[in-house]
């Protein structure tokens, strides 16, 4: 079977990268070429999601060669299931948007422009990729051109925070190794459906060659480094704030879903019986990377460290509805996995959306030093305004997506673990603390003189921001439109053996 | 018989007005701002007519009117869960619909003159909208997640709304403090949903659904729920209504929350936020009480003492405030105390009445100190005084609402008040302490109420703000402090004040709010058929929604007239006294203030309320504590070991690049050395 719009969706930008690297010269040919690239790539992405048959379910659009690597039995299989679907729609919404940000970059456009398509193409990869060694490839290849962009062209420490980024991944990639290859000797394949299948429904985990709980956490690891969970978080801030503006978006927006599609579709998919057992540590763990992140977010003064921190509370939810799998009976884990889902999707928006605006507030007063910026409301209101959305948004106001995804994680987790549920709900209540005053610091009180003159987002930067709040809205009025999807695959992750 | 879509449109057309206002004339069309308070009427007046409708139709109704609910969104197939939206209409829901929009009507009514000119008049009618229907969707939703997001929502339209001057600094900060004060309930709210969630499959058992609220009712009343549990519900439930309804300990956000424009306060202190507390609390009453014969269950003496502290602490302190607008907004933290109390001694009808009455009263006396502030330039009563002969209408309306929150006999407050204080004093028990409590709260508030207008609209005129202004600048010391003046002062410096009437848009509210002040407790709940009038009626169709489930007996079958009659006469008392105070000048303020110094100050810094919370709680222990810590914990430790990691093994490799010496003698010595330490382990232990 093979055909082709995900092969397309996933090389794409990278063919694009290799004309831009033959043929183009001017910096103005390169920018054009890449928001014409972004736009389709956009457009496909879209496609694949809307075409999507939620009465059909299962895996879908299949791209597979079965015989790519015999010798070792590795097939490129690429596939969409209602796990992936959203996170494909959510990378092309964000890549779009990384592109039409980076506008205003003069340093080594060409070569920008390269590597940000090139991960772009990697984090495709990762998540449309169904068999783990394609998987694992990707998941390396993306680190390339993170290094690149963080040391290249961030501010900063930026090959501090480059090689920080690197050396964790790679730690936890170490461990996710072995991992896949334990699954591997123990099926014989590499095929992450036909494992799920094997070892998550039928045979019993005695063919793997180590523990069934120790292969999770060795997956588990890789994961939580992406995600990021206390205590493996301390690389996100730092790369967050030395990136340039489109790699924080790409980062937060994007590259922490990795850990989180990681864990849903490798932890809870083929190890649904370790992730119940182990459901109550994992909702503490949960429960105090939440807590933890709000609280150290209070601390920052530095507006993308802040968004960062607030990130790492964030990515928190996505585990504590993980462990909704605990629960017996009533529907509770497909609520608490499906909000898990939904706020993978719902904070790369928000978030995405986030780092673009302070991208914007940095580029106009040349600071994201929070005491040095007031006033901003007066000056620039479309900016102002979006800030608003996007922090309401992100504190979990309902009618926006982030409501929808948190109330799902606590109603679905609460059952199974109700004292870490409770304490991480306090979350929205500190979460209302730094947004709010944040806001209150850098759009309200008098306008400082120094901001003089400022003028406000122009036509193509309102793009992006438009575009992202459609999104945010459109889930948070009419959730259906990303859990119809999801739902054709959850009930498979979820209804294994019982005891 | 309303029709369900009717009743959808009455949340729709605020809303429609909000996307209309919001996406097209503020951006596109903002020369024409006008049209945006035109849109904003014309819809509320539209779902006045309709909720007026929809009152009619549920009246003499056993049961409420049952829609069924509406998909949401559904997971597993629909088989795992279903999230559901619909319309629960039963009368409660039908008053609070006539409440909010009629009281909104008035508002923004009012507001075409109070925000003429003002650079943000689309943006205000845009949220003004949407503040009034998220209040509509939520005294209208059926499943307890769909009131949860209304509920928040009325939230973020008061903070916006608060922090509408949002250049201004106190502004600002009072909108944040307003919504992070009633997060903290609504976590309470919050953590309630999640128990009744909890316990779905209970529900399921009995072919109930656990979010949706009829179904919660029957529950409750049915005793699905243990007792205990029931009571950490109604706990959780009441803490989102304590930080709505501006209860003791969250009611420090209301008194700041007057920094937003003065018709604001008049929506948010009569029909619309804080009244969602009190609303939740009624919405959800089988909750606390599911057997009303079985006397007070201990949520409802927890609602009740809390509602008696916060009508008394709240009038104490409402006696001692110069600003006008401050006074007021105690007065409302003290009666919406009243309103609790009542819920807390089972006199659900009783509390809603007070709701209904209160909101026209309230609401007129902010509009009145609104139509003053326009006039004088300041809210501060020192510099106030004598406008009673330069505003007339402002005056004589003013009069009415405060004759009816005192309570004077036959007024609308005197109606529910009385009813409020004659249920708790036959309770007895608890009753009667809050009984006590209540009584003395009546004797401030008729006190502290005419004291404001005494001192704003009788005597001489004292200056207003151009006189404040001067002497701030001068630095005159008055009631122990230097004279400062507020943001809103500050924006008429230089402004000359020229005493008169305000312009008719806002007369013709307050005129129309009068009579509701006056007449509202009477035809709302008459003593004796009126003709078309049933007698009692507002307090029987309450009672009787709840009847199927909770078997009430109708205890207010008329005016207690002993009971009635000590109520009135502290009223006058308090009338009294206040006249012989401030008109008579019986005795001077300064010497009642010296003689308890202490006293007067803890009144007059609100009992130091705010000091321990934010810069005690928050400042000390959270920022400065808790969160210090946790930051310096994870710069220095959590990154420090990453970074003792990064700095070991380049250090590491550092030393052994050292041994790299590219010498082939040294690297001879170690193979040399490394075989005779195998040989001699091998020789040992081998």
């Not at chain 1, 948190?406 to 991480?424: H, Q, R, S």
């Not at chain 2, 009783?350 to 330039?377: C, D, E, Q, W, Y």
């Not at chain 2, 005597?459 to 809103?488: H, L, N, P, Q, W």
Request: aromatic letters at 14%.
């Amino acid at each position: 079977m093979f055909v082709g719009l995900l092969t397309t969706l996933v090389f794409l930008p990278a063919a694009a990268a290799l004309i831009i690297a033959l043929f183009l010269k001017e910096k103005r040919q390169v920018r054009v070429f890449a928001g014409i690239v972004a736009v389709a790539e956009l457009v496909l992405s879209i496609v694949a999601f809307a075409s999507y048959d939620t009465a059909e379910g299962g895996v879908q659009l299949v791209d597979r060669i079965s015989d790519w690597i015999p010798a070792l039995n590795a097939q490129y299989f690429l596939g969409l299931d209602g796990l992936n679907a959203p996170m494909v729609l959510l990378t092309g919404l964000l890549g779009a948007c990384a592109i039409f940000v980076s506008w205003r970059v003069e340093h080594r456009v060409k070569e920008y422009f390269m590597w940000l398509l090139l991960l772009w193409t990697a984090v495709m990869g990762v998540f449309v990729a169904l068999d783990f060694l394609l998987f694992f490839i990707f998941w390396e290849i993306e680190l390339i051109p993170m290094y690149m962009l963080i040391s290249m062209w961030g501010t900063g420490r930026p090959t501090y925070s480059a090689m920080k980024f690197v050396a964790f991944t790679f730690l936890g990639s170490a461990f996710m190794l072995v991992a896949i290859l334990a699954l591997y000797f123990a099926t014989g394949t590499f095929d992450m459906i036909r494992i799920t299948q094997e070892l998550g429904f039928d045979t019993p985990y005695s063919r793997l060659i180590m523990p069934a709980a120790v292969t999770f956490f060795f997956f588990f690891a890789a994961f939580a480094v992406k995600l990021p969970i206390w205590p493996v978080h301390t690389w996100l801030p730092d790369a967050h704030t030395d990136a340039p503006t489109a790699v924080s978006v790409m980062l937060a927006g994007v590259l922490l879903k990795m850990g989180g599609y990681g864990i849903l579709r490798v932890c809870l998919s083929i190890f649904p019986d370790v992730a119940r057992d182990y459901g109550t540590p994992l909702a503490i763990l949960a429960a105090f990377s939440i807590l933890y992140g709000a609280v150290v977010t209070m601390r920052q003064t530095d507006l993308k460290r802040l968004v960062a921190y607030s990130s790492v509370s964030h990515m928190g939810f996505v585990l504590l509805g993980v462990t909704s799998v605990s629960a017996v009976g009533g529907g509770f884990a497909t609520v608490g996995i499906t909000g898990a889902s939904v706020q993978m999707f719902t904070h790369g928006t928000i978030t995405g959306l986030l780092f673009v605006l302070v991208g914007l507030v940095y580029e106009k007063v040349h600071t994201r030093h929070i005491p040095d910026i007031t006033g901003l409301a007066v000056r620039v209101p479309f900016v102002a305004v979006s800030f608003v959305i996007a922090g309401l948004a992100s504190l979990g106001l309902p009618g926006l997506s982030g409501f929808v995804a948190e109330i799902m994680i606590f109603l679905g987790a609460f059952k199974a673990n109700p004292w870490p549920v409770a304490f991480a709900a306090f979350g929205v209540v500190l979460a209302a603390g730094y947004i709010l005053w944040t806001l209150q610091r850098i759009l309200f009180g008098p306008p400082s003189d120094r901001q003089e003159g400022l003028t406000d987002a122009s036509w193509m930067e309102r793009l992006p921001i438009v575009t992202l709040i459609i999104a945010i809205v459109v889930v948070g009025v009419y959730p259906a439109v990303i859990t119809d999807v999801l739902d054709t695959a959850l009930p498979n992750l979820i209804n294994f053996r019982m005891p | 018989m309303i029709s369900e879509s009717a009743a959808w449109a009455i949340f729709f057309l605020p809303i429609a007005s909000f996307l209309i206002i919001g996406l097209v004339v503020r951006p596109f069309f903002n020369r024409f701002s006008k049209i945006s308070a035109y849109l904003a009427i014309l819809a509320i007046g539209g779902s006045l007519v309709l909720s007026s409708y929809a009152l009619k139709s549920v009246l003499g109704h056993e049961e409420a009117i049952g829609w069924a609910a509406h998909e949401w969104f559904s997971l597993g197939g629909g088989e795992a869960f279903t999230f559901s939206i619909g319309i629960y209409m039963d009368s409660l829901t039908a008053i609070m619909l006539v409440v909010a929009t009629s009281v909104s009507l008035m508002v923004q009514i009012y507001s075409m003159g109070y925000m003429k000119d003002d650079a943000g008049y689309a943006r205000y009618f845009a949220i003004m909208s949407l503040f009034t229907a998220s209040m509509i969707g939520l005294v209208m939703a059926r499943n307890i997640v769909q009131l949860f997001v209304f509920w928040e929502l009325v939230g973020v339209c008061s903070y916006l709304l608060i922090g509408f001057w949002y250049q201004r600094p106190s502004a600002a900060a009072a909108a944040k403090k307003a919504f992070i004060v009633t997060r903290i309930g609504d976590f309470g709210l919050l953590l309630a949903i999640l128990y009744f969630f909890f316990n779905q499959d209970t529900f399921a058992a009995a072919g109930l659904n656990s979010l949706e609220i009829p179904d919660i009712h029957q529950a409750a009343v049915m005793g699905l729920i243990g007792t205990v549990a029931l009571a950490w519900l109604a706990g959780g439930i009441f803490a989102g209504a304590i930080g709505k309804s501006a209860q003791v300990p969250l009611h420090t956000w209301l008194p700041d929350a007057m920094e937003g424009p003065t018709p604001v306060s008049a929506l948010i202190h009569a029909a619309t936020m804080v009244a969602a507390g009190v609303f939740l609390v009624a919405r959800f009453f089988p909750v606390f009480s599911p057997d009303p014969h079985a006397g007070m269950t201990a949520a409802m003496t927890l609602v009740a003492l809390v509602g008696g502290i916060t009508a008394f602490g709240a009038a104490t302190i409402g006696l001692v405030m110069h600003d006008i607008k401050r006074v007021l907004a105690y007065s409302t933290i003290s009666q919406l105390g009243f309103m609790m109390l009542a819920l807390g001694v089972g006199a659900y009808d009783a509390a809603i009445f007070h709701l209904f009455t209160h909101a026209f009263f309230k609401a007129l006396l902010f509009l009145g100190s609104g139509s003053v502030n326009h006039a004088a330039g300041t809210f501060d009563m020192r510099y106030m005084g004598g406008l009673r002969k330069h505003m007339p209408w402002t005056y004589v309306t003013f009069l009415l609402g405060s004759l009816s929150l005192a309570g004077f006999p036959f007024f609308a407050g005197w109606w529910s008040k009385d009813e409020i204080l004659a249920h708790a004093f036959n309770q007895g028990g608890v009753g009667l302490v809050v009984y006590g409590l209540g009584i003395v709260a009546a004797f401030m508030t008729a006190f502290y109420i005419f004291r404001v207008v005494h001192l704003t609209f009788h005597g001489e005129f004292r200056g207003g703000v151009e006189k404040k202004i001067a002497d701030a600048s001068a630095g005159v010391v008055r009631d122990g402090a230097v004279v400062t003046i507020t943001a809103d002062e500050e924006s008429k410096r230089g402004e000359h004040v020229h005493l008169g009437e305000s312009p008719v848009t806002m007369v013709l509210p307050m005129a129309l709010l009068a009579v509701a002040a006056v007449v509202a407790g009477f035809i709302a709940n008459p003593p004796f058929d009126l003709g078309v009038i049933q007698a009692h009626w507002f307090s029987h169709n309450l009672v009787m929604a709840q009847e199927p489930l909770l078997h009430f007996e109708e205890k207010a079958a008329g005016i207690e007239v002993g009971l009635a009659t000590v109520a009135s006469i502290v009223a006058l008392a308090g009338i009294l006294l206040s006249y012989w105070i401030y008109q008579a000048k019986g005795i001077s303020t300064d010497r009642i203030a010296g003689a308890f110094p202490g006293l007067y100050r803890l009144l007059y810094r609100k009992y130091y309320i705010d000091e321990l919370y934010e810069g005690g709680l928050v400042n000390r222990v959270f920022y400065r504590g808790l969160a210090f810590f946790a930051a310096g914990f994870d710069s220095r430790f959590v990154d420090g070991i990453v970074n003792m990691f990064g700095w070991t093994s380049r250090n590491l490799g550092r030393a052994m690049a050292q041994a790299q010496t590219g010498q082939v003698q040294v690297y001879g010595l170690g193979l040399s050395a490394g075989i005779i330490l195998i040989v001699a382990a091998f020789i040992v232990w081998g």
